[in-house]
């Protein structure tokens, strides 16, 4: 009998009876290890004395965000409207740092009317605009988003710390930014450092890299400039290929590499900003097979779910762990599958080669790691309904529709 261990639940026990049947494509929450990965994340903070802010574009799931506000995290926004999505859902505006290559005028004036803790100033024409414009009662903080140049091993669509990137200031503009505005004695400064070298990072050593070059930098900023804090933004990745053996990424390992270059007497105040550590490995995707095609060289399975609700495969060629959800025994046949979406594209797929248990059609697998970067990229495109969400907490089963309405009252087991 397959038993998943993750959930601690048969998943045939989903399909009580034809009738309850959830209806597929669904997004699939565990909010008990979401409150156990937040919870580590935030006893690793307190250890190094780190504040935490989470970055709400890996999941912007009203009660994925409940749960994270309980914690005590703040957030890191890229655009008016997560900034407003973070008050709606009830964050304080103290609590929220707004970064972001592209903001509006519109929306940098939204933002100081709102008075929201910190802007990351991404460039030299944005701080004259908000120097030309910061009102004389406004409490939020402007830090420059300054380049480390660091490159890391990730897939090249989620670097973001290189020079050629379009992401942040220069260490040569910063420094000469900052020896200007002090010759002129201008009231607004930089309240400190934000810094990001990409994402889905699981070597350390590039932490490392990246605390070098910003301790490098501050070296060549005037003696006579201080400022509040360093923003080492965020990157922990985690482990797509074996998640059951790795639930919980290793906050302590990220921090340890990070907080020794940033000794507590100089620097009090140093933010991380995670996204996909902390709610990747919290969701899946259940989905259903359409049909089997028998080509020449392979089978080719088309799922009821595709890029539009998992667009990470056909974006950066990401590959998710994909298990079957129907009991198999010892004695199953295994097949080699290529797993496809419904999607007029032929680079809706998630990929070759996925061995299997002989699948039929109406049969339903589990994609996994589908908390960060899945329903918060959900596309609307060919007019594909937006998958439900199911929520287990402890025994119970909560399910809303897209629309959030609550159709299914905690059927436990
Ligand atoms: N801070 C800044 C300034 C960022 O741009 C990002 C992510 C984060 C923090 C959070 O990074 P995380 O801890 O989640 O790695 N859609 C891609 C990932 C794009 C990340 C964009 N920026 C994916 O699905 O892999």
């Known amino acids: 009998m397959y038993f998943n261990k993750w959930f601690n639940i048969e998943f045939s026990d989903l399909f009580l009876s034809k ?32 504040k935490l802010l989470y970055a709400i574009k890996a999941n912007t799931n009203p009660y994925i965000l409940e749960r994270i506000r309980k914690y005590g995290f703040g957030i890191d926004a890229v655009s008016i409207g997560e900034i407003k999505l973070a008050l709606t859902n009830g964050f304080q505006p103290y609590q929220i740092a707004f970064a972001g290559s592209g903001k509006t005028k519109r929306e940098i004036d939204e933002a100081l009317q709102l008075n929201i803790a910190t802007i990351h100033c991404e460039s030299l024409s944005e701080w004259e605009y908000i120097s030309s414009v910061y009102p004389t009662e406004c409490t939020t903080k402007i830090a420059l988003r300054v380049i ?32 200007k505005l002090i010759e002129r004695n201008s009231t607004l400064l930089p309240c400190g ?35 509040d804090y360093v923003n080492l933004g965020g990157g922990l990745g985690i482990n797509y290929d ?9 906050f302590t390992g990220w921090m340890r590499a990070i907080r020794p270059y940033f000794p507590q007497d100089r620097f009090p105040h ?20 359409q049909y089997i095609k028998n080509r020449q060289d392979e089978k080719i399975v088309i799922l009821d779910t595709g890029m539009n ?10 590959r998710h762990h994909i298990s079957p959800m129907q009991p198999h025994s010892e004695t199953t046949q295994f097949q080699t599958y290529t797993l496809s979406g419904p999607s007029c594209e032929s680079t809706d797929c998630f990929g070759k080669n996925y061995s299997l ?16 970067y899945a329903e918060s990229m959900r596309l609307n495109y060919t007019q594909r309904l937006a998958p439900s969400c199911v929520y287990k907490e402890g025994n119970n089963l909560n ?10 009252v905690e059927q436990s087991f």
Do not use: W
């Open 19 to 50: 009738k309850d049947q959830m209806e597929t494509p669904y997004y699939l929450y565990d909010m008990n290890l979401l409150d156990t990965t937040l919870e580590q994340a935030q006893v690793a903070a307190e250890l190094y004395n780190i």
């Open 193 to 227: 450092f934000h810094f990001h070298v990409g994402s889905q990072i699981t070597r350390m050593d590039y932490f490392e890299e990246l605390s070098r070059s910003v301790l490098y930098f501050f070296q060549t900023l005037p003696s006579s400039f201080s400022f």
């Open 242 to 250: 074996d998640p059951d053996n790795e639930m919980i990424p290793n």
């Open 399 to 408: 399910m809303y529709t897209s629309q959030r309405k609550k159709i299914k």
């Open 309 to 318: 609700d998992l667009m990470r495969p056909a974006l950066y060629g990401a």
């Open 270 to 289: 140093v933010y991380l900003e995670p996204g996909r550590s902390l709610v990747g490995q919290c969701g899946k995707l259940i989905t259903e097979v």
């Open 148 to 179: 480390p140049n660091v490159y890391t091993n990730t897939h090249q669509h989620i670097q973001t710390g290189g020079n050629n990137h379009k992401f942040g200031i220069s260490t040569e503009e910063a420094s000469r930014l900052i020896q």
């Open 357 to 372: 248990p002989e699948l039929k059609e109406g049969d339903h697998i589990v994609i996994h790691s589908c908390g960060a």
